[in-house]
């Protein structure tokens, strides 16, 4: 997801169009991207930490991105 | 996100990079988008109908995309 401070032209596009195509009281819109990664075995505290390293430099921009990451258990036990 | 059954090379690059990059055990990767919608005032059944409608035909592309929606309540007593 875009920082807050960088202009975000796809978003604001979509409120405009939101707007047109009916729905009232659109504030604001931010588009960003989402990363649905499944992994084998458990996810222990060293797997977790190389994955936020890679979130955060390789699957976003630091520069001018924020990220943020999900953990969801798929499988009783896991 | 993209359906299933379609073929995502985006994803299946990320699924590579982050296992070169120190990440093991990377069953599958999947790349989407993400709107983060911001609106004034309650969210009632006519406004989420109509929201519900755009991101299905205007957010996504539904030949080749799901999508799901989560409401946030960004206030207290919203």
């Known amino acids: 997801m875009l920082k807050p401070e960088i202009l975000d032209p796809q978003g604001r596009a979509v409120q405009g169009a939101l707007g047109r195509l009916g729905l009232s009281g659109v504030a604001d819109v931010r588009q960003g ?23 955060g430099e390789l699957l976003s921009n ?3 991105e924020n990220y ?4 969801v258990n798929d499988e009783a036990g896991a």
């Open 62 to 64: 630091p520069v001018i």
């Open 33 to 55: 991207k989402q990363f649905v990664i499944e992994l084998e075995g458990d996810l222990d505290d060293a797997r977790r930490a190389t994955l936020e390293e890679l979130a």
């Open 68 to 71: 943020t990451m999900t953990v």
